[in-house]
């Protein structure tokens, strides 16, 4: 779950540090206040695109830094172990971004990529945006709510690759058996990526020991202070043991307890030696050295440039080299070449068909799953009548295909006896928003995703479906942590925690503060947003039984 976030110098925040609680948050504030900018300031841990205008006016950079406690997920440190950033029950994500444009994101304290982090947030949150109800109208949104709701990211996986590496093994034979030109044209652009990959040299370990030494160059002069305090207080023990020794050699000392203590004091003095003599060695292995971390961490960005130009990870990039290199080998092209492809893509074909048949039976099973779950949920949101459908609809095109072998879409029909359509062509805006919140609360509560952000996506909603939609979020509470930004009181009333944001601004500049509240600011803040400015003991009983019913 999210356990603390700290933003500096971002849009119009200067500085705000807040804890997470367990349970339902809630953030609520007048319009302007910036409600959002903690979940804006929150996507760009989790690897969204930065624009250098976000730096607070005057500010040299922003940096925001987001805190989960990891211990109840097995995935998430299985990730972090695999790449060498464990950090033990907690897992700090870190953005940097400068004025001038350039941006760094960071995992554990080690430097890494916006693929990296928004793969490894994935594990972590799950964000609904107050714009989710139009991407919505999207197929490859749909495809994706589905697959995410029937669980089989695996299998989805497979068949993709296959699909991948039938497709790769086509474009070969094609080159093996196209024309001159679009032959040559495809050796130049390898021989060019080859060349760019033998000129980067990276060697088998390479990266790994730039990572590491990175950390220690980065670290070098807190790890110096320490050492030299360490080497201080060893000083200091050895003396005090030898003088202790010395004290008791006298003859007047005799017996058994005064010759024990003789010897663990000799014992101890020489193992004190001993360390001091081994952090010596520590403190001569490590130089605060500005230069050599200026060459690792250029080296570092050279290598993750070009993984990202390849769209691999950086560990990847020696595989990539390898495969573009026997790609460009090949293209010399023979009728034994040509067979062999004919061959591997009858047999990936093979393999494709069979995956995806199970995706599909997998996709239909989720699909009425889905549905049947979705409805009861538009039911409680005065959508009784409407009738929701997911299509799965055989593509023509009989070539494996990365994302399975149909096209998926929701319709809906808002009418009885009307033919559901598209979801653009039928609902009203309002519609929209409920099926949008109906289809998100159904999907992540089936999630394994422990935390979930919902940013106003009760838009277009009012009345006593508000209260519903809060109620649903409140029940999703229980088995998961829910961050949600709101503008309805019957929304905020069933927050756990409730987070008011506030913007302050004098003549000079504007200031957004977030704040926890208590029971009396709790009855306050929901009375305002029933009442607007004008607060009356009406309003503040109406939001105290709200409160209270909750």
Excluded at 37 to 49: K, M, P, W, Y
Excluded at 117 to 139: F, M, N, P, T
Excluded at 486 to 494: E, W
Aim: proline content about 2%.
């Amino acid at each position: 779950m999210l356990s603390h976030i700290s933003i500096s110098n971002y849009t119009i925040v200067s500085e705000l540090e807040m804890e997470f609680a367990e349970g339902m948050t809630v953030i609520t504030g007048e319009t302007g206040a910036g409600k959002s900018i903690t979940l804006d300031a929150l996507g760009l841990c989790l690897g969204d695109r930065a624009d250098p205008k976000a730096v607070r006016h005057g500010a040299k950079r922003a940096e925001i830094a987001a805190t989960f406690d990891i211990s109840a997920l097995p995935a998430a440190s299985a990730w972090l172990d695999s790449r060498d950033l464990e950090g033990g029950d907690e897992c700090l994500l870190r953005r940097v971004i400068t004025a001038e444009g350039r941006s760094r994101a960071y995992i554990n304290g080690s430097p890494s990529t916006l693929q990296d982090c928004a793969e490894l947030g994935a594990l972590l949150i799950d964000i609904h945006s107050q714009h989710a109800h139009q991407s919505l109208l999207r197929k490859p949104v749909q495809r994706a709510l589905l697959d995410a709701y029937a669980g089989h990211q695996k299998l989805a996986a497979d068949v993709e690759q296959s699909a991948s590496n039938w497709l790769r093994a086509q474009r070969e034979l094609e080159l093996l058996t196209g024309s001159a030109d679009e032959h040559a044209s495809r050796a130049q652009l390898l021989a060019y990526q080859v060349e760019e990959l033998d000129q980067l040299a990276l060697g088998e370990t390479e990266l790994q020991e730039l990572e590491q030494e990175q950390k220690l160059l980065a670290n070098a002069e807190q790890i110096l202070s320490s050492a030299h305090s360490a080497l201080d207080l060893c000083d200091q023990q050895e003396n005090g043991t030898r003088q202790a020794l010395q004290l008791l050699s006298d003859d007047a000392h005799a017996g058994n307890a005064a010759d024990s203590a003789r010897e663990l004091l000799d014992s101890a003095a020489i193992q004190i030696a001993e360390a001091r003599s081994e952090i010596q060695r520590h403190l001569d292995a490590v130089e605060i050295d500005p230069e050599r971390l200026d060459i690792v961490q250029r080296r570092l960005e050279t290598i993750y440039d070009v993984a990202r130009k390849h769209r691999v990870m950086p560990e990847q990039v020696a595989e990539v080299h390898q495969r573009l290199r026997e790609e460009l080998d090949s293209l010399a092209g023979s009728e034994e070449r040509i067979k062999e492809l004919q061959g591997e893509m009858a047999s990936l074909e093979r393999a494709y068909a069979g995956q995806a048949k199970k995706l599909s039976s997998s996709r239909s099973r989720a699909a009425k799953k889905l549905v049947k779950a979705a409805q009861e949920v538009l039911a409680t949101l005065a959508m009784a009548q409407c009738t929701l459908e997911i299509a799965l609809t055989p593509r023509d095109n009989s070539s494996p295909h990365p994302h399975g072998v149909e096209d998926i879409e929701f319709l809906i029909s808002t009418n009885p006896g009307a033919a559901p359509q598209g979801l653009g062509k039928i609902a009203s805006g309002g519609e929209l928003s409920r099926i949008s919140l109906a289809i998100q609360v159904v999907t992540a509560s089936a999630g394994t995703v422990p935390s979930m952000v919902f940013d106003e996506v009760d838009v277009g909603i009012g009345g006593a479906v508000a209260e519903v939609v809060g109620k649903l979020l409140r029940d999703l509470a229980g088995t998961a942590q829910v961050l949600c930004v709101t503008h309805l009181p019957q929304v905020a009333a069933q927050g756990q925690q409730h987070l008011q944001v506030s913007k302050q601004s004098n003549k000079d500049s504007v200031e957004t503060r977030l704040s926890t509240l208590g029971q009396d600011e709790k009855v306050e803040e929901i009375a305002r947003m029933l009442g607007g400015v004008k607060i009356t003991e009406q309003t503040l009983a109406h939001a105290r039984e709200m409160l209270e019913s909750a």
